[in-house]
């Protein structure tokens, strides 16, 4: 018999689970343990009954999963609530709940760090499948050069990111950046220091 109302499919979902971050560590805590992906996907499966089963697009994250600029390992963006979120390890779960005929995409970027700042890309976020828009990541220190306006002379950090594609492009960031470039020419761009959320317009290219 077919149901026309079923009740809300609800998950969790780590990076752990995409191919690329299966042997990434569980947690900064535990990288040196042996964690076992089967026994996290277990632990997972018993922890889905503490989800809502509301509409499609809610999420629940417990407490523990949550990460700072200095413990995040990852970086999460959830299309349907445009949220985005710091993950500690990569199986640290993001529940995912869907209704009848639902979907979402949940799109995960490893943090990398230079000179004490956080960065990691996460994509073109009026994309459904924007994080496939991120085609290279660099992150380095560098020294600036002395008189250029910002105390020449000091270590600077600089990210270098391919993309894509062209929008609004979505990144973390741990510190304000003094200046974002876009194909060797300056861009606006917004920063919201609570979180992190870094957007700056990708034009289309000519």
Not at 3 to 10: N, Q, V
Not at 22 to 50: L, S, Y
Not at 89 to 117: C, K
Request: hydrophobic share 35%.
């Amino acid at each position: 018999i077919h149901d026309r109302t079923p009740p809300a499919l609800s998950e969790r979902v780590a990076p752990g689970d995409v191919d690329p971050f299966r042997d990434a560590p569980a947690d900064r805590a535990a990288a040196g343990t042996n964690g076992g992906g089967a026994q996290q996907r277990e632990q997972r499966r018993q922890q889905q009954q503490q989800l809502g089963a509301g509409g499609g697009g809610a999420d629940v994250t417990s407490t523990s999963e949550a990460a700072d600029a200095e413990t995040a390992a990852f970086a999460c963006y959830q299309f349907s609530s445009r949220r985005m979120r710091l993950l500690p390890g990569a199986a640290s779960a993001v529940g995912v709940s869907l209704a009848a005929s639902g979907s979402d995409m949940l799109w995960f970027s490893p943090v990398l760090r230079s000179g004490g700042v956080a960065v990691a890309p996460l994509g073109l976020v009026d994309m459904y499948n924007g994080g496939g828009a991120i085609t290279s990541i660099s992150v380095s220190e560098r020294r600036r050069p002395g008189g250029d306006g910002d105390g020449g002379g000091g270590p600077s950090v600089v990210a270098s990111v391919g993309v894509r594609g062209c929008g609004r492009l979505l990144l973390y960031s741990s510190a304000r950046p003094a200046r974002v470039w876009v194909n060797m020419a300056p861009r606006d761009f917004t920063y919201e220091p609570y979180g992190g959320r870094l957007e700056v317009d990708v034009p289309q290219s000519s």
